[in-house]
């Protein structure tokens, strides 16, 4: 009986140590499983791509039309005009004649040095070439959304939107403001009013 004292003594000596082994490993799975818990989820990746993308997109959607370099505001005469070449067709900004037209809706094409000044007020025109006469109600059914004022007086202040026929342009449907052009293959509403509302009466962009 004696010589079996010493083993039960020893069971209990290493049954702690157990308990403590035990213990410390639960321990550190929790902390293991906690710490994934709480990682970035891999989803988080695209919501980042697509925040900056659309950060993106609205830069854009403010600043409508591709951009054209300024070449100028100078006055010149018809003979010195009829050498010039801009560098955007139709024009968005350069040497032009002070003339205004009596019209937000002429039937005749309009001569670059005419359209940039409307455009240097802060006008815009939609110019179009085709035979596509329910496209054209459809522009000056926009356009008059904007013509307040009679052409004498919203074109002079700039808050006039013009549409003409244009047999040079390459697209459909071409829009024009100071330094800025946007061509379409049809009247999509959505663009134009954007263009439209970008650009009309922006004094800031045509005095560049």
């Not at 032009?96 to 037209?101: A, M, P, T």
């Not at 919203?154 to 006039?160: A, F, M, Q, S």
């Amino acid at each position: 009986m004696a010589g079996t004292q010493p083993q039960k003594s020893s069971l209990r000596g290493k049954w702690p140590l157990f308990l403590v082994l035990f213990i410390v490993t639960i321990f550190l799975f929790y902390v293991g499983y906690q710490k994934k818990a709480h990682e970035p989820k891999a989803s988080s990746a695209p919501q980042t791509q697509t925040t900056g993308h659309t950060e993106t997109a609205s830069s854009e959607e403010s600043h409508p039309g591709v951009f054209y370099p300024s070449q100028g505001h100078d006055h010149w005469d018809l003979d010195k005009l009829k050498s010039f070449e801009y560098n955007s067709n139709p024009p968005t900004s350069g040497p032009h004649r002070e003339e205004f037209i009596d019209s937000y809706f002429p039937e005749s094409p309009l001569p670059p040095y005419i359209q940039v000044h409307l455009l240097e007020h802060g006008n815009i025109l939609i110019q179009y070439h085709c035979s596509c006469p329910d496209w054209i109600a459809s522009l000056k059914k926009i356009a008059q959304s904007f013509d307040t004022y009679a052409p004498s007086l919203g074109l002079e202040e700039g808050k006039g939107v013009v549409v003409a026929p244009n047999p040079n342009i390459t697209k459909p449907i071409v829009l024009t403001a100071w330094t800025r052009l946007l061509a379409l293959d049809s009247p999509d509403e959505v663009p134009i009013k954007g263009f439209i509302s970008a650009w009309l009466g922006n004094i800031q962009n045509a005095r560049q």
